[in-house]
Structure formats: structure tokens, C-alpha cells
């Protein structure tokens, strides 16, 4: 079974701190992907990867920045928290005909 | 542009009554179409898939979700819910590159 795993569960920073969010998976998918889920606004992507070392914007991506140095590694990065970044945060892999496969989410809580 | 709509933000339904959730899309070209259930605090788990053949696909736990390319749906269906189906789902639709996913339904079930 395809597994993707989320450093925290459940993270608290302070404003302006920056925040590392890691997500590992060991399939050796090319894809990866970073979520944000808010209730009634769905699952809306940040940033996704298709290979090391290539980045490319989602949907929302003001505030975030990402890294990928390895394949299974992909780290999603809040530069300077700030409250309205107070979200579940979602990493995703897949490749090719195979569905997305999602980690258990990061509660993230910026005071 | 590309959507995804579930117009059905809560759903209560009791145990053992049929379900159908629904799904629309707005997609350019033809779409690969999926269902995830997210129970509390969890991530994403996949139901089913649709790719392309048969429209009527049947996934895990019982359910199944026909493809109606006339009317852009992707409903879902369940014949009789079980309480253990309480749970937030989501449409998606897309390529397994990238997915867009829609605000979600959240399923309630009374005994």
C-alpha cells in the first residue's frame, strides 16, 4: 500500500515564525501535491511537483513557498505565518493512471 | 473554466435509507472523474474512479457512481448507508496529475 506520511499532526506557531511542513511518500511517485482544506471551500491546491527540484504554482500559492531536493521528500513552507494560514494542510502523491494518494493532514494553528 | 460543484453541503439520512450525492463538472476535455470520503480527522481516502468505459463503476464500501457525460454528473450512490458512512465526501475531477476537487458533502447518519 501506497503511503504517505505527514511529520505533525497538529502544529501551533506564532505569527511571523516560519513553519516547515513535511510530507514523505514511498512509492516513488513523481507527482506530489500540497492542499489546503477550510470547511466549505473544499480542497484547493498550493503547489505540486512533478519531479526534483521542479515546482509549479497551484491555485493559491501567495505566502507559500515548496522544496523538493528528493524524490519521496516534499516540504511545504510558510515563510512568515500568519493567522489566516490557520488551515488543514494536505500532502498528496500519484503518478501516472494511479489516483492521488493522501496523508492524514496537518491542523496547523497560527496565533 | 474547470469546476467541480456539490450543491449538497449536509446530508442527514437514516440508517439504512439510500443515498445519492451529487456531483457536477465543468471540464474541457474528457475528464477523469473520482470520489474520496474523509472520515474525522483523517485524510483522504479513495471510493472509486472513472476513467473511461462502463459509466456505472462500483467502488469500496458498497458504493458506486454512474458518469452522465449529457449532464456533466458524477453522482454517488449508496443503496443503504451504514452509520460507519458519517463522513465528509468529495468530488473530483481532472487528470491524476492534477485534481480539482469540489467544497464537499458532509454525510450524517441517524440509527
Known amino acids: 500500500d501506497v503511503k504517505v506520511t505527514q511529520s505533525s499532526r497538529y502544529l501551533v506557531k506564532r505569527t511571523g515564525e516560519k513553519v516547515f511542513l513535511e510530507c514523505v511518500q514511498d512509492?516513488?511517485?513523481?507527482?506530489m501535491f500540497w492542499y489546503r482544506q477550510d470547511p466549505g471551500l473544499g480542497l484547493r491546491l498550493i503547489y505540486f511537483?512533478?519531479?526534483?527540484?521542479?515546482?509549479e504554482k497551484g491555485d493559491i500559492p501567495e505566502g507559500y513557498s515548496v522544496s523538493r531536493e528528493k524524490k519521496e521528500r516534499f516540504s511545504l513552507i510558510l515563510e512568515s505565518a500568519s493567522t489566516n494560514q490557520t488551515s488543514m494542510y494536505l500532502c498528496?502523491?500519484?503518478?501516472?493512471?494511479?489516483?492521488?494518494?493522501f496523508g492524514n493532514g496537518t491542523r496547523l494553528t497560527v496565533t | 473554466a474547470q469546476s467541480v460543484t456539490q450543491p449538497d453541503i449536509h446530508i442527514t439520512v437514516s440508517e439504512g435509507a439510500s443515498l445519492e450525492l451529487r456531483c457536477n463538472y465543468s471540464?474541457?476535455?474528457?475528464?477523469?472523474l473520482f470520489w474520496y470520503v474523509q472520515s474525522p480527522g483523517q485524510g483522504l481516502q479513495l471510493l472509486l474512479k472513472?476513467?473511461?468505459?462502463?459509466?456505472l463503476v462500483q467502488g469500496i464500501k458498497g458504493f458506486e457512481a454512474e458518469f452522465k457525460r449529457s449532464q456533466s454528473s458524477f453522482n454517488l450512490r449508496k443503496p443503504s448507508v451504514h452509520w460507519s458512512d458519517a463522513a465528509e465526501y468529495f468530488c473530483?475531477?481532472?487528470?491524476?496529475?492534477?485534481?480539482?476537487f469540489g467544497t464537499g458533502t458532509r454525510l450524517q447518519v441517524f440509527p
Open positions: 473530483a475531477v481532472g487528470n491524476t496529475d492534477k485534481l480539482i
Open positions: 512509492m516513488d511517485h513523481e507527482n
Open positions: 472513472y476513467f473511461s468505459g462502463d459509466t
Open positions: 511537483s512533478y519531479d526534483v527540484k521542479m515546482k
Open positions: 498528496a502523491s500519484g503518478q501516472g493512471d494511479s489516483p492521488l494518494h
Open positions: 471540464y474541457g476535455a474528457t475528464p477523469y
